[in-house]
T-cell receptor, first 115, second 115 residues
Framework: SAVISQKPSRDICQRGTSLTIQCQVD?????MFWYRQQPGQSLTLIATANQGSEATYESGFVIDKFPISRPNLTFSTLTVSNMSPEDSSIYLCSVERWENTGELFFGEGSRLTVL | DAKTTQPNSMESNEEEPVHLPCNHSTISGTDYIHWYRQLPSQGPEYVIH???SNVNNRMASLAIAEDRKSSTLILHRATLRDAAVYYCILRDPRTFSGGYNKLIFGAGTRLAVHP
């Protein structure tokens, strides 16, 4: 299995500020995925991040609000910009350790509360 | 993406078998059937996947209907630790549209296990 570390594990933020979530994987992976899980809801895919190229965003998510970096094959960041209380969610990073298997590994998530 | 339908919730007693159903009547010939589960306060974890034949691993068994329009995840002896939300997801490994290999989560089935 892949070991995925996310930081911070949780944070309380003020409205209007931005927060960057880090995702570190213990081995090189091609694709990294960022999901959001709002309270009591299922997971929603935000974007797919491939090293060396722009992230691909799902419908309803835009780069200005959720900029993503993927500087190398083991690391990615997701920034939640200009936060509002509606952004209070768990943000999860995931990777596909063996390509084309569909077996995703997930981090523990970053729980953000926006006041 | 082809959709899946699962019951919102199910209950089981400890040490009894559990059969979690999933309907996917619009499944295509190349869609794999994946199951993930999410334990409380954790990221999702992979359980099992299959294409046509029934599959077994250390966690569970996957029974796939002959017409592939439905499948059943089988936990042979439920434990308290199996209480989680179980997600049935279809994925076509040939898909490449920027979001290669992405998994789209539905609402899932919340399984409660009673002592």
């Amino acid at each position: 299995s892949a070991v995925i570390s996310q930081k911070p594990s949780r944070d309380i933020c003020q409205r209007g500020t931005s927060l960057t979530i880090q995702c570190q994987v213990d081995s090189q992976v091609t694709m990294m995925f960022w999901y959001r899980q709002q309270p009591g809801q299922s997971l929603t895919l935000i974007a797919t991040a491939n090293q060396g190229s722009e992230a691909t965003y799902e419908s309803g998510f835009v780069i200005d609000k959720f900029p993503i970096s993927r500087p190398n094959l083991t690391f990615s960041t997701l920034t939640v910009s200009n936060m509002s209380p509606e952004d209070s969610s768990i943000y999860l990073c995931s990777v596909e350790r063996w390509e084309n298997t569909g077996e995703l590994f997930f981090g523990e998530g970053s729980r953000l509360t926006v006041l | 993406d082809a959709k899946t339908t699962q019951p919102n919730s199910m209950e089981s007693n400890e040490e009894e078998p559990v059969h979690l159903p999933c309907n996917h009547s619009t499944i295509s010939g190349t869609d794999y059937i994946h199951w993930y589960r999410q334990l409380p306060s954790q990221g999702p974890e992979y359980v099992i996947h299959g294409l046509t034949s029934n599959v077994n691993n250390r966690m569970a068994s996957l029974a796939i209907a002959e017409d592939r329009k439905s499948s059943t995840l089988i936990l042979h002896r439920a434990t308290l630790r199996d209480a989680a939300v179980y997600y049935c997801i279809l994925r076509d490994p040939r898909t490449f549209s920027g979001g290669y290999n992405k998994l789209i989560f539905g609402a899932g089935t919340r399984l409660a296990v009673h002592p």
